[in-house]
């Protein structure tokens, strides 16, 4: 009698993995007067996942204008992406995490899901 | 005959000292560094059982799976784990009912027994959520339980169709 209501959670048993580096970046000066720049390093080894999105935050996770080649960007499976975050000089002082989101497919029934998110921290 | 002797001996002498440096020569340097990293992984998918007309629930003795999220840390005291249990669907049919949620995120597995306090020491920034410091280098794994009952305490059925729920698995830096 019952219906057949199954909802899943998570993404397929593949290995699915997030990662990003480094853990504590830093801002570095540069070429534009005013702004710095930190590069970080992702590694997508979520099968279900070829978006991510970035963020930087300050201490109570407030949003900080940031400026990136793309703000939400594909990564194929077991892909690596390198990418420069900018930011004024100002707003820099104030920036305490920079995270890489996982976007997840709408309305895409037959695969549970998980969010997944890293943060590394300006010390 | 003492002239030949001191001559061999000198022999050897160089000929050890050629052999000493062709050995220099072929030393080559390894060079790494551990480097701090977080891995969040996904073990285990999660299932909602069905076990009576208002109830959607990961647990396994109602045809439920619990998934289960692993979190991989290479050095101690980087980063926070924080999971969550869903409190609402992602996606579903209509519902013009209210649902209540109810959960929990507790320690399944730890690679090492040093790891054992981890879940007494854990806290909850949300009610939904909770935190881990991870202390210890190594692998956690964290189980996210969760209960749905539709219509608003009246135990009302829910409307046939797909649902999907998400779980949230950070990992931040220390």
Redesign the interface.
């Known amino acids: 009698m019952y219906r057949s209501i199954i909802l899943s959670i998570l993404l397929c048993s593949n290995a699915i993995a997030h990662e990003m580096t480094p853990t504590y970046p830093k801002w570095e000066v540069s070429y534009i007067e005013g702004i710095k720049i930190t590069t970080m390093k992702m590694v997508n080894k979520r099968e279900d996942v070829e978006w991510y999105e970035i963020g930087v935050f300050d201490e109570e996770w407030k949003p900080i204008p940031f400026v990136t080649k793309h703000k939400i960007f594909n990564i194929k499976y077991l892909g690596h992406a390198k990418f420069d975050v900018y930011i004024s000089a100002r707003d820099s002082k104030r920036a305490e995490y920079i995270c890489s989101l996982s976007k997840l497919k709408g309305n895409n029934m037959n695969k549970p899901m998980m969010s997944s998110r890293i943060c590394s921290r300006f010390k | 005959m003492k002239k030949i002797l001191t001559t061999l001996g000198l022999v050897v002498i160089l000929a050890g000292c050629s052999l000493f440096s062709s050995k220099a020569e072929a030393v080559t340097n390894i060079n790494g560094a551990v480097?701090?990293?977080?891995?969040?992984?996904?073990d285990?998918?999660?299932?909602?059982?069905?076990?009576?007309?208002y109830t959607?629930t990961?647990l396994p003795a109602s045809s439920g799976q619990e998934?289960i999220?692993r979190f991989?840390v290479s050095?101690a005291n980087?980063?926070f784990a924080q999971i969550s249990y869903?409190t609402s669907?992602?996606?579903s049919p209509s519902l013009s009912d209210s649902v209540t949620w109810t959960g929990a995120v507790t320690v399944v597995q730890t690679s090492t027994s040093d790891m054992s306090g981890y879940q007494a020491a854990s806290t909850t920034p949300t009610a939904s959520m909770r935190q881990y410091a991870l202390t210890i280098a190594g692998t956690t794994w964290f189980k996210?339980t969760?209960v749905?009952t539709y219509g608003g305490g009246q135990n009302k059925?829910?409307?046939?169709?797909?649902?999907?729920?998400?779980?949230?698995?950070?990992?931040?830096?220390?």
């Not at chain 2, 285990?44 to 007309?53: E, H, I, L, M, R």
């Open positions: 480097e701090s990293r977080c891995t969040v992984e996904t285990t998918p999660g299932t909602y059982g069905n076990p009576n007309a959607l990961t998934p999220v991989d050095l980087a980063y869903p669907f992602s996606s996210s969760s749905a059925a829910f409307p046939g169709g797909s649902y999907s729920a998400v779980v949230v698995a950070e990992c931040i830096a220390q």
